[in-house]
């Protein structure tokens, strides 16, 4: 079955950028989409955005255009880039897939989550 | 922004019991509501969509129900592994957005 793997640094400076990838084995990548959700220590989930297979993205407006989703099929991987990082946004970040291949309403396959620490 | 409020946060129950668990929206979201359960050290998991329709490999005791701004989470039967969190979230206006969450801890 589909299982998605987040990877990259866990921890990253104030003031640079958060990048993380999400590999997607078992399946291909196409015709879902494929979101980014993050969990501060002890708190709620807070859902960042998502790409679609084409490569048309949506993203939460309360990130205030510091975050970019971006898809490489041939990689079977998408990824997550937040700029401008303050220690708000240390939090498990989960990549998720949609249950659904024609909205991105809801998120059946998640990846275990990785822990990024935004400190100096 | 659509705001989903849980309760209640916290709810002691024992094994055996039913246990109802409540998601109010700000605003009606029709029936575009999921439930999820996370366990610690753990990733959501998918339980009920559309309000009311359980994902894949979900057992029966889980039940969703409710439309426009109040839905309801029924566990009729805890078991053991049902302790656990868990969060409604709704899409609107091509946004997602969680409650805060109810515990559901053994009594």
């Known amino acids: 079955q589909v299982q998605l793997q987040e990877s990259g640094p866990g921890l990253v400076k104030p003031s640079e950028t958060l990048s993380l990838t999400c590999t997607v084995s078992?399946?291909?990548?196409?015709?879902?989409?494929w979101s980014w959700i993050r969990q501060p220590p002890g708190k709620g989930l807070e859902w960042l955005g998502y790409?679609?297979?084409?490569?048309?993205?949506n993203y939460n407006p309360s990130l205030k255009g510091r975050v970019t989703i971006s898809i490489d099929t041939s990689k079977n991987q998408f990824s997550l880039n937040l700029i401008s990082v303050t220690a708000t946004d240390t939090a498990i970040y989960y990549c998720?897939?949609?249950?659904?291949?024609?909205?991105?309403?809801?998120?059946?396959?998640w990846g275990k989550g990785a822990t990024v620490i935004v400190s100096s | 922004e659509i705001v989903l409020t849980q309760s209640p946060a916290t709810l002691s129950s024992s094994p055996g019991e039913r246990a109802t668990l409540s998601c109010r929206a700000s605003?009606?979201?029709?029936?575009?509501l999921a439930w999820y359960q996370q366990k610690p050290g753990q990733a959501p998991r998918l339980l009920i969509s559309?309000?009311?329709n359980r994902a894949t490999g979900i057992p029966a005791r889980f039940s969703g129900s409710g439309s426009g701004t109040d839905f309801t989470l029924t566990i009729s039967s805890l078991e053991p592994e049902d302790f656990a969190v868990y969060y409604c979230?709704?899409?609107?206006?091509?946004?997602?957005?969680f409650g805060g969450g109810t515990k559901v801890e053994i009594k």
């Open positions: 605003q009606s979201v029709s029936t575009y």
């Open positions: 979230q709704q899409r609107s206006n091509w946004v997602l957005t």
């Open positions: 559309d309000a009311s």
């Open positions: 998720a897939r949609s249950s659904s291949p024609y909205n991105f309403y809801y998120m059946d396959v």
């Open positions: 790409v679609y297979y084409t490569g048309s993205t």
């Open positions: 078992g399946g291909s990548i196409g015709s879902y989409y």
